[in-house]
């Protein structure tokens, strides 16, 4: 597939990773999912992002799915107490979703860099927000 050549860096790689989108070099955020205001490099200002609630819907769907399969293998499996069920799904669920947080939003902001998309704009141009 051809690389867009306005881009030096691949976007949705490079926010990925926590890198900005247009160089590869800045830092996307400022703090754990905090965005920060513009790219410390290139000074590319991050205005245009806003992941929404994609990532946690991603995280809730993909994470949810893995540990309700595991639990109920557990559960049929061993029948253990409830505060087994606690003290394992708990600290799972926290190691699995807060860091596959983080790079879901950086492929959403990624992904919106990359395709240039804006609020209240489709893909001809006009602008609808009015």
């Given at each position: 597939?051809?690389?867009?050549?306005?881009?030096?860096?691949?976007?949705?790689k490079?926010?990925?990773?926590?890198?900005?989108?247009?160089?590869?070099?800045?830092?996307?955020?400022?703090?754990?999912?905090?965005?920060?205001?513009?790219?410390?490099?290139?000074?590319?200002?991050?205005e245009?992002?806003?992941?929404?609630?994609?990532?946690?819907?991603?995280?809730?769907?993909?994470i949810g799915?893995?540990?309700?399969?595991?639990a109920?293998w557990?559960?049929?499996?061993?029948?253990?107490?409830?505060w087994?069920?606690?003290?394992?799904w708990?600290?799972?669920?926290?190691?699995?979703?807060?860091p596959?947080?983080?790079?879901?939003?950086?492929?959403?902001?990624?992904?919106?860099?990359?395709?240039r998309?804006?609020?209240?704009?489709?893909?001809?141009?006009?602008?609808?927000?009015e």
């Amino acid at each position: 597939m051809a690389e867009d050549s306005a881009f030096q860096v691949d976007p949705v790689k490079a926010a990925t990773r926590g890198r900005c989108p247009h160089c590869g070099k800045g830092r996307l955020f400022s703090g754990f999912l905090t965005l920060a205001p513009r790219c410390d490099h290139c000074d590319l200002d991050y205005e245009f992002a806003d992941s929404g609630d994609g990532p946690a819907v991603f995280v809730i769907l993909i994470i949810g799915f893995v540990v309700c399969g595991l639990a109920l293998w557990v559960e049929v499996s061993f029948s253990p107490p409830l505060w087994v069920h606690l003290l394992l799904w708990l600290p799972l669920i926290l190691i699995l979703c807060l860091p596959l947080l983080r790079i879901l939003k950086g492929t959403m902001i990624g992904l919106q860099y990359k395709n240039r998309a804006a609020e209240g704009r489709l893909a001809d141009g006009i602008d609808r927000s009015e």
